[in-house]
């Protein structure tokens, strides 16, 4: 089974930066979209960032383009999202995600458990 375990969250003031990482079991990782989203209390699952199969384009949610980077390192079965500048309104749980596409919105078949990101102002 394929199995993804996000890390790197944590408690950061405004302004402040971290780094998601996704580490994704199985060996098909070199082959799958992934996707970062994110879920504030009380509101929906929101898409925030993707990165197709071979690292050769780049999508984002308008806010926050220009602060955050996904990436993905497949010697290490890893997705990244660096995230600077962060905001109050970036405070969610992030989810890594693996296997969707640009057409459906980027919502994979797999997806992990989750990492706390908490923004003071």
């Known amino acids: 089974q394929v199995r993804l375990v996000e890390s790197g969250g944590g408690l950061v003031q405004t302004g402040g930066s971290l780094r998601l990482s996704c580490g994704v079991s199985?060996?098909?990782?070199?082959?799958?979209?992934m996707a970062w989203f994110r879920q504030a209390p009380a509101k929906e699952r929101e898409f925030v960032a993707a990165?197709?199969?071979?690292?050769?384009?780049?999508y984002y949610v308008d806010s926050v383009k220009g602060r955050f980077t996904i990436s993905r390192d497949n010697a290490k079965n890893t997705v990244y999202l660096q995230m600077n500048n962060l905001k109050p309104e970036d405070t969610a749980v992030y989810y890594c995600?693996?296997?969707?596409?640009?057409?459906?919105?980027?919502?994979?078949?797999?997806w992990g458990q989750g990492t706390q990101v908490t923004v003071s102002s």
């Open positions: 995600t693996a296997g969707g596409t640009y057409d459906l919105g980027w919502k994979g078949y797999y």
């Open positions: 199985g060996r098909t990782f070199s082959t799958y979209n």
């Open positions: 990165l197709n199969w071979n690292g050769a384009n780049t």
